[in-house]
């Protein structure tokens, strides 16, 4: 119970500063630190398969990409506020933020749903009783889920597509030099 | 109870030392080799055969000025370097280095944790060692670091997906994903090097790739980019960039060793620690060589190779497993 509170707090703290940070990359690895807390509370629910994909899909790879991305764009710039276009926003964000959370504390509170007091069962979000469910009761739904990221992937493909060029006409070449021969010359 | 933490803390701390000890001899044992194959002795002169070497340079290594751009961003700069050798720690601890021994009344696991998603944890904490290289490439503000380390992820994002297809054939052939589990399978159906052996050259490759290797090591192509992500570390930090890289290739010999040729097994005239130890050591040797032997990839080969060539294969082999061990073939 302890171990709860502490990673909570920890990823309260991350997910506050993945905010309030002005460098990227610093909030970037704030994220890194919420997503490995919310590992760990996967752990503590002896979820371990959960907890693993949640470290290799979102801390291995997403993340990753993530900071490859704000690294390449924010290499040797310095750090600045952007203007605030909306002014206002940010202690609008905070009361809303504020209000919402308490809203969903009083109600967890005073409403607490029956299933947090029923004990998981044993092996929940393991690795043999996760494959279980999705390949049994879940099936259609997992087909369905695939069917809409491999649209996604071959959505990618298509639209990153190399330009079919005519090169030979965007070079201008005089007749009679071929492509190879261009080339050729452009290496000399 | 209070026993069986004792034995915890010094299993951790028996695993911390030997993996730093078979870091410093490591290094050793490569630098060597590669004297021996390019003609040439190597480090020999401190201590008989040149075993001191690795102190002398621990020594040199600390007593080291240790630097930090101005312009460097001090707290990731500092980080850094301690991911990546946390990362290249930790995967060690699910990996069993021999059969369970029986002590004062105990039986003794040789692994510090023996969770039953042991691959899946090791390959989630290898995954994290990238963040090492990257942050440190970005910390230190210098166009070569920076290069090194995007060039870093970009590569071993690509290789890791093809790395995890390679193993999921031995996981579907042992059915578990523990890596005890997956040793004990050996046992029964033989070593998988052989029934997987297309999965058994992609992992090698990608572990390879995934340690930033020659002839993978285009994160620090010296003739390119300086020293790539660590050009500005010095000192402990940069010594630590080292033990990071040379402990990610024991344990993915240990991997390879675990997932492919049976961990500790072996005919019993030798402890299974022993048999572990000694393919442990055969891996190191043909990392050694391949690095001795073949020149650096180019940049854009290296990511047709791991998309259109190990990829496909990989994934291929995988279905052709599964239809194979589902009985459908």
Redesign the interface.
Known sequence: MVGIFIIGILMLVGAVSVVVLRQPVHSALALIGVTIGLAMLYFILQAEFLAVAQVIVYAGAIMVLFLFVVTLLTAGKEEMEAEDTLPGQRWAGIITGLVVGLGLAVVIATHPPAKLSTALSGSFGGLHDLGHQLWGPYFVMLAGVALMLLTGVIGVLVLNRPETVNYKSRLDLPSGVSLVDAEQEGKK | MILEIVVLVVKILLLVAILMGGFAYTMLLERRLLGFFQLRLGPNRVGPGGMLQPIADALKMMLKEDMMPAGA?S??YR?APVIAGFAALSVDAVIPFGAPIHLLGLTISLDIAN???GL??A???S??G??GI??G??AS?N?YS?LG??RA??Q??SY?LAMGLSVMGVLLMSHT?NLEGIVLAQKAQGWFWLPQIVPFLIFMVTAIAETNRTPFDLPEAESELVAGYHTEYSGMRFALYYVAEYINMITQSGLIVTLFFGGWLGPSFLPPIIWYFIKVIIAIFVFVWIRATLPRFRYDKLMSFGWKILLPIAFLYFVGTAAFVSGVL
């Open positions: 961003d707290f990731v980080l969770p039953s998603i899946l944890l390959f989630a904490l995954s994290l990238v963040y990257v942050l490439g970005w503000q166009k920076l380390g995007i992820t970009a071993i994002i890791e994903a």
